[in-house]
């Protein structure tokens, strides 16, 4: 075999499992972007991570950057991974933290989101990953809502939320004021309290949502 190739490859194997060996968390997160659209050799890297005992936390529309990033936690799942999402709508929902702060809310989201950009497709992916968890309101009793129940309840909410969103856009487009002159305002704590009645989704349909948006099983295991 040619002396130099071999030479290249032997350094390239070792700076690799250099970077493996004390750069964990960056060298799964780079190693999960290069293959986010590959979901079988995703999953793959994901069970090796867990078996490596790095956390691989779920999408979140507050916490994710547009690919796999170190937290002190472990690894966040990038947008990119997120299938329906194009470039252009992860780059908006970006833009809309950094303007906002931070997302509180679905109706939020409809409200600063440009929709041309980010049709209901992408906020079905949004919701059936696991993205828009941290923007469903506890339960009752503080508790935080568990994704099954959550989830529901933002796809029930997501044309109700979509209709303010746009009416909010239409109005502020037109520079139309209310009764006091003052621009039509964002309601960036709305609550998703006007969600129609209805049942949670069952496991199978928590888990084959989440299989649709990420191409895997993120949160659990297939049910049969």
Wanted: glycine residues 8%; hydrophobic residues 40%; negative net charge.
């Amino acid at each position: 075999f040619n002396k130099s190739h071999s030479t290249a490859y032997a350094f390239l194997a070792y700076q690799t499992a250099y970077l493996k060996a004390n750069y964990p968390r960056h060298f799964a997160a780079a190693l999960l972007t290069i293959e986010a659209a590959n979901t079988d050799k995703l999953a793959l890297y994901i069970t090796e991570c867990r078996d490596r005992g790095i956390a691989v936390l779920p999408p979140d529309v507050n916490e994710s950057q547009m690919h796999f990033s170190v937290v002190p936690e472990g690894v966040r799942f990038g947008l990119t991974a997120i299938k329906g999402l194009g470039e252009g709508a992860i780059q908006a929902i970006l833009d809309v933290r950094a303007r906002t702060g931070r997302i509180t809310a679905l109706h939020q989201l409809t409200e600063e989101l440009d929709l041309r950009i980010a049709n209901r497709r992408v906020f079905e992916a949004l919701v059936k990953s696991g993205a828009c968890d941290s923007l469903v309101l506890p339960g009752p009793d503080g508790a935080r809502v568990p994704p099954a129940v959550g989830r529901a309840r933002l796809m029930r909410g997501l044309d109700l939320a979509l209709e303010h969103g746009a009416r909010v856009q239409r109005d502020r487009e037109q520079g139309q004021a209310n009764l006091f002159g003052e621009a039509v305002p964002s309601t960036p704590g709305a609550p998703d309290g006007a969600v129609p009645e209805g049942p949670p989704w069952t496991e199978m349909e928590w888990l084959a949502n989440e299989k649709e948006a990420l191409g895997l099983y993120l949160s659990g295991h297939p049910v049969d």
